[in-house]
């Protein structure tokens, strides 16, 4: 019932940013995953709907930032200093609660592709 919509992705090269958008119909926390080729999908980032609290990928946490416009009901991943190992199809996500959206997401994005060549 909850359908997401994700956009910015796209091919950069090491070191370069990228800034990942994923907008629902509700306020809800939301954040994302990424699955690369031949791995499973991993936790990257969750920000609740209300609190602000965040939660982060241990390998991500110097470098991705994720926030909230309230008024569009939109969350943004900002990806900076990235590296080839962040290359993935990377995957909005939303729930009721931020620790939800970490462990297990009803909602999901449809997924779209970052790519960082080295």
């Known amino acids: 019932q909850v359908q997401l919509a994700e956009s910015g992705g796209g091919a950069v090269q090491a070191g370069g940013s990228l800034r990942l958008s994923c907008t629902a119909p509700?306020?809800?926390?939301m954040g994302w995953f990424r699955q690369a080729p031949g791995k499973e999908r991993e936790f990257v980032a969750a920000?609740?709907?209300?609190?602000?609290?965040?939660n982060y990928l241990d390998s991500v946490k110097e470098r991705f930032t994720i926030s909230r416009d309230n008024a569009k009901n939109t969350v943004h991943l900002q990806m900076d200093n990235l590296k080839p190992e962040d290359t993935a199809v990377y995957y909005c996500?939303?729930?009721?609660?931020?620790?939800?959206?970490?462990?297990?997401?009803?909602?999901w994005g449809q997924g779209t592709q970052v790519t960082v060549s080295s």
């Open positions: 509700i306020r809800i926390a």
């Open positions: 920000l609740a709907a209300y609190s602000g609290i965040t």
């Open positions: 996500a939303a729930a009721g609660d931020v620790a939800a959206v970490v462990r297990e997401p009803p909602y």
